[in-house]
């Protein structure tokens, strides 16, 4: 157990409404990930962060913005959202092994209506 | 690009048969390689991971997996498969010192009684 949780656990929404989703984590660690899981795409990265207020892009960020002004909080935000991003958002963050190993939250399950 | 596959996206498997899953990672270095398993509603739990070493890996639950270099392969095994471990399992690779790690799109097992 990372110590990481993640608030809403379950959210529905309009299409065109500002989202934010809270990944919170209790040990210190130091790079944070943001992911979607969609049927058959498996899991893809968002945005992830190496240190407080140093974030970068992954594969699908468009439409998504983060913030991390403390350690212990990632912080995601759908600026408008929008029916293709209907999914589950997983946190993440890097620990274990070499700080090899990734440690998932429990997810996000967001519906834009 | 690097790429993880994981060419089955359903298996069915009688409780007590043997469990194999594959995974094809495409990448030239050495790759750090994971195996997740992920029930419904849950988030991803580390299974196993490779990193140097012996090629034949142990991990939770009677799992182990086998990196075999020649053939870019890192295959999930079980000798007898249980009704609890119906899941679906993700393969996951990440490039030492780099930051994005790769996700296959799963394979969903299922276990008939």
């Known amino acids: 157990d990372a110590g990481i949780t993640q608030s809403p656990r379950h959210k529905v929404t309009e299409t065109g409404t500002p989202v934010t989703l809270r990944c919170h984590q209790t040990?210190?660690?130091?790079?944070m990930y943001w992911y979607r899981q969609d049927p058959g795409h498996g899991l893809r990265l968002i945005h992830y962060s190496y240190g407080v207020k140093d974030t970068d892009k992954g594969e699908v960020s468009d439409g998504y913005s983060v913030s991390r002004s403390k350690t212990e909080d990632f912080l995601l935000t759908l600026e408008s959202a929008t029916s293709s991003q209907t999914s589950v958002y997983f946190c993440?963050?890097?620990?274990?092994?070499?700080?090899?190993?990734?440690?998932f939250g429990p997810g996000t399950r967001l519906t834009v209506l | 690009a690097q790429s993880v596959t994981q060419p089955d996206i359903h298996i069915t498997v009688s409780e007590g048969a043997s469990l194999e899953l594959r995974c094809n990672y495409s990448?030239?270095?050495?790759?750090?390689l994971f195996w997740y398993v992920q029930s419904p509603g849950q988030g991803l739990q580390l299974l196993l991971k490779?990193?140097?070493?012996?090629?034949l890996v142990q991990g939770i639950k009677g799992f182990e997996a086998e990196f075999k270099r020649s053939q870019s392969s890192f295959n999930l095994r079980k000798p007898s498969v249980h009704w609890s471990d119906a899941a679906e399992y993700f393969c996951?690779?990440?490039?030492?010192?780099?930051?994005?790690?790769?996700f296959g799109t799963g394979t969903r097992l299922k276990v008939l009684a």
């Open positions: 990448y030239g270095a050495t790759p750090y």
């Open positions: 993440a963050i890097r620990g274990g092994q070499g700080l090899n190993e990734q440690f």
């Open positions: 040990e210190n660690h130091r790079y």
């Open positions: 996951a690779h990440v490039t030492s010192g780099t930051y994005k790690y790769i």
């Open positions: 490779y990193f140097s070493g012996d090629t």
